[in-house]
C-alpha cells in the first residue's frame, strides 16, 4: 500500500486538553485556563517513533530496548493521560524528556512525567541522575524556566531540564538509534530546538512549524520571523521525501496533522511570501495600520488565519512587522 | 473570431458541467462506505488513453498566466494566482511534485485502472489506478474501511473511498496535500474533498470529478475528462531527480509582490477577452455570464 504508510492508526480515548501556547500575556492568561475536554490519541509515525495528539503540543514518543524518550509533555493536567497513553505501549522506564522549547504546552508535563521516569546513572552522570527521567533542552528553555538565587521561578525545579546544550547541537544514541537534537535561534523561541529520529527518519520540530495556524513568533522570548524562515528551510535541508516528494522523513508538527517534507516546503513558501511582502511595505515606510489595510496574507487567511483565539491574523501581522522594523 | 473562441471556451465548459450536473448527485459523504458487494460489479480495469479535446488549452499547452476564466475562485485564489511566478517550479523541492488526485487525470494521462481482490472470498478490496504523468499511483478502497483521522498525514493522491451506484464508481477523497486547481498559481487547499464519478459507455470512460474546497473556491468545481479503451497501451516509467536548476541563495521562493505582477493583462489583451472576465469567479461559469460579457470593454492589443 502506497498512500499512508502508518500502519494502523489507533485512539487512546483518555480525556486529554486544547492547545494552549504561553505567548502573550494574553496567551498566557488562556493558557491558566482549563482546557476543553478532547480526545488524546496515539498514532504510529515511523521506525520506532509515535505521535501523541491532544495533549497540548504534540508529542513525540520513542520506545526501545532502553526504554522511553519523550519529546515534549504536553500541558501540565494532562500528564497522567500522557502516562496512561505510553503504558498502554510499553512497560519500559521513561529514560529521556527532551523539550522543543520553553512553552507550557510542551514542557508542562516534565514535572509529573520526569519523576515517573529514571535516567541510567553512573559514569560521569551526576550523582542524582538516576532519579526521574533526564530533561534535555537548549539552555535558554532552562533560563527561561528558573529564576536567579531568591527570585520565583516560572516553573517548579523538578520540571526544569536537567541536561542542557548552548553549542548548534547535540547527539544522543538512544534504543538503537541516533538522536539529533538541533538549535534553531531565535526562532518560535529563543530555545527551540529540532529533535531528529537519524534512525526512524523523524523529526519533531516543535512550534517553528505547525499546520493550525500562521507561525507563532513570541517576541518576549525573543522569536523571530527571520528566524522562523531559516528555521523552515534547515528543516527543508534535514528532510529527504522519497520519490514524487512524499514520504521519506516525516514531521511530527508543535500542532497539527503529522507532515513530510512536502508539507513544511508548503509552509516555508507561504511564511516567506507573507515576510516578503511585510517587508516589503516596512522598506517603504508604511504604518502598521497601512500594512493591515493590504491584507498581506489574504491568500492564507481561510488556511491559517483567525479573527479569535490565542493567535489571531492581526497579532501575526503585528508581530511579523513589529519585528522587521526593529532598527538593525 | 476571438469573440466566438470565447463563447466556445464558456459553452464547452458549461456543456460539460451541465452533463456533469445531470448525470450525478455532487455531494458524498466522507464517512465510511458500505464494503463492495461479493457479487457482480462493473469492472473498469484497463489500460486508457486519453483524449484532450475537451480543455485542450488549458491541458496540453497549459494554461496562460492570470487565466481564471469559468472558475469558481475566491478572492484568496486570486490573489494567490496573481502572487504566483513559474519560476517557483525551478526550486528542487518543487521539482518532482507529481500532480494531486484531482488533477492528474488532467495532465498527460495515459491511465491504467486494475482491481485487488480477496483471494479466499473474491470480493472487492480496492481498485488502484496510475496514471503517466510523474506516475502517480492511487488506492479506492472498496471495502468499507473508513477515512483516517484528521491528524493524520496527507498526501499527494489522498485518502480514497469508493462505491458502486449501478455501473457508476463513485470515490470520495479527503487528506489531500495542498495542489492546483489550474497550473498557473490558482491553488487547491488540503482542506479540499474530491468526489468522482466514473463511467464506461462502450469503450469511453468518463470521469466527473467535484471538488469542494473551503478556501479557495466559492462554489463546487466541477470537471468532465475522457479516455478511451487501449489494450496496447504501455505507459512508461517517470522517473525524477529533482537538480540545481538556478543558483540561488537558500531560502528564496519566486513570487510576485502585490501589483508588480504586468502579466496579468496579457492573456485578457492576448485573446480580446474582457480583463474583468479573465479574473474568473463563479459568475464566470454561468450561461448568464454571456449577456454580461458582450457589454463588456474588450482590451486593445
Redesign the interface.
Known amino acids: 500500500m502506497r498512500g499512508f504508510g502508518l500502519g494502523v492508526w489507533f485512539v487512546l480515548t483518555v480525556v486529554g486538553a486544547v492547545v494552549a501556547t504561553g505567548v502573550t500575556p494574553k496567551a498566557r492568561a488562556q493558557q491558566n485556563q482549563a482546557p476543553a475536554p478532547a480526545d488524546l490519541r496515539v498514532m504510529p509515525v515511523q521506525g520506532s517513533v509515535y505521535m501523541i495528539v491532544g495533549a497540548g503540543g504534540n508529542i513525540a514518543l520513542q520506545i526501545g530496548d532502553e526504554g522511553v524518550l519523550l519529546v515534549d509533555t504536553g500541558l501540565a493536567q494532562n500528564a497522567d493521560k500522557v502516562v496512561d497513553a505510553i503504558r498502554k505501549l510499553t512497560d519500559k522506564p521513561i529514560r529521556y524528556i527532551i523539550n522543543t522549547h520553553v512553552h507550557a504546552d510542551h514542557t508542562g508535563g516534565n514535572e509529573a512525567i520526569g519523576t515517573l521516569g529514571s535516567r541510567v546513572a553512573g559514569g560521569n552522570v551526576g550523582a542524582g541522575a538516576g532519579v526521574g527521567a533526564g530533561i534535555i533542552a537548549h539552555e535558554n528553555v532552562l533560563n527561561r524556566m528558573s529564576a536567579p538565587t531568591g527570585e520565583q521561578a516560572a516553573a517548579p525545579f523538578s520540571a526544569w531540564p536537567t541536561d542542557t546544550y548552548f553549542t548548534k547541537k547535540k547527539e544522543l544514541h538512544v534504543n538503537g538509534e541516533a538522536i539529533i537534537i538541533e538549535h534553531q535561534p531565535a526562532a518560535h523561541t529563543d530555545g527551540d530546538s529540532f529533535v531528529h529520529f537519524r534512525k526512524s527518519d523523524v523529526v519533531s520540530a516543535g512550534d517553528i512549524f505547525v499546520t493550525t495556524t500562521f507561525p507563532i513568533l513570541d517576541a518576549q522570548r525573543a522569536g523571530g520571523i527571520n528566524g522562523i524562515v531559516a528555521a523552515l528551510n534547515r528543516l527543508i535541508d534535514i528532510t529527504i521525501p522519497k520519490e514524487k516528494q512524499e514520504a521519506g522523513t516525516y514531521v511530527i508538527p508543535g500542532h497539527g496533522r503529522l507532515c513530510d517534507e512536502a508539507d513544511v516546503v508548503e509552509y516555508r513558501d507561504m511564511v516567506t511570501i507573507v515576510r516578503d511582502r511585510i517587508e516589503d511595505l516596512v522598506k517603504k515606510g508604511r504604518t502598521l495600520a497601512q500594512v493591515k489595510a493590504a491584507r498581506p496574507t489574504i491568500d492564507y487567511d481561510g488556511r491559517y488565519g483567525a479573527t479569535t483565539g490565542f493567535w489571531t491574523t492581526e497579532m501575526f501581522i503585528d508581530a511579523v512587522y513589529n519585528d522587521l522594523s526593529k532598527k538593525k | 473570431m476571438e469573440t466566438k473562441m470565447i463563447r466556445l471556451t464558456i459553452l464547452g465548459g458549461l456543456a460539460a458541467t451541465a452533463i456533469a450536473a445531470a448525470a450525478i448527485v455532487v455531494s458524498a459523504p466522507v464517512s465510511a462506505q458500505g464494503p463492495a458487494p461479493a457479487g457482480g460489479f462493473y469492472d473498469l480495469s484497463g489500460e486508457y488513453a486519453p483524449r484532450y479535446h475537451e480543455d485542450q488549452p488549458e491541458r496540453i499547452p497549459g494554461p496562460e498566466i492570470a487565466d481564471y476564466l469559468g472558475l469558481p475562485i475566491?478572492?484568496?485564489?486570486r490573489?494567490?494566482g496573481d502572487?504566483w511566478n513559474a519560476s517557483?517550479l525551478t526550486l528542487p523541492?518543487?521539482?518532482?511534485?507529481?500532480h494531486p488526485a484531482d488533477y492528474a487525470p488532467r495532465g498527460p494521462a495515459n491511465l491504467r485502472i486494475w482491481k485487488e481482490l480477496d483471494t479466499a472470498s473474491q470480493r472487492l478490496i480496492a481498485f488502484h489506478t496510475h496514471i503517466s504523468w510523474?506516475?502517480?499511483?492511487r488506492?479506492i478502497w472498496m471495502d468499507g474501511r473508513p477515512h483516517?483521522?484528521?491528524?493524520?498525514?496527507?498526501?499527494?493522491?489522498g485518502?480514497s473511498t469508493g462505491r458502486f451506484e449501478g455501473d457508476i464508481l463513485t470515490v470520495t477523497t479527503t487528506?489531500l496535500?495542498?495542489g492546483w486547481i489550474r497550473r498557473n498559481g490558482i491553488?487547491r487547499?488540503?482542506?479540499a474533498t474530491l468526489t468522482e464519478h466514473y463511467y464506461r459507455h462502450g469503450d469511453v470512460l468518463t470521469l466527473v470529478s467535484i471538488i469542494n474546497d473551503?478556501?479557495?473556491l466559492t462554489e463546487s468545481f466541477i470537471r468532465t475528462t475522457n479516455w478511451v479503451a487501449d489494450p496496447r497501451q504501455q505507459i512508461a516509467p517517470y522517473?525524477?531527480d529533482?537538480v540545481v536548476e538556478i543558483d540561488r541563495p537558500?531560502?528564496v521562493?519566486p513570487?510576485h509582490?502585490?501589483g508588480t505582477n504586468s502579466f496579468i493583462p496579457e492573456f485578457g489583451t492576448k485573446h480580446g477577452i474582457p480583463i474583468e472576465a479573465t479574473r474568473g469567479g463563479a459568475e464566470t461559469q454561468y450561461p448568464e455570464y454571456q449577456l454580461k460579457l458582450q457589454s463588456m470593454p474588450k482590451p486593445q492589443k
Open positions: 475566491s478572492e484568496a485564489a490573489v494567490h502572487s517557483i523541492e518543487h521539482q518532482c511534485k507529481p510523474q506516475a502517480p499511483e488506492t483516517p483521522p484528521e491528524y493524520a498525514a496527507h498526501t499527494w493522491q485518502f487528506h496535500k495542498l491553488p487547499s488540503d482542506l473551503p478556501v479557495y522517473p525524477c529533482a537558500q531560502g521562493v513570487h509582490l502585490p
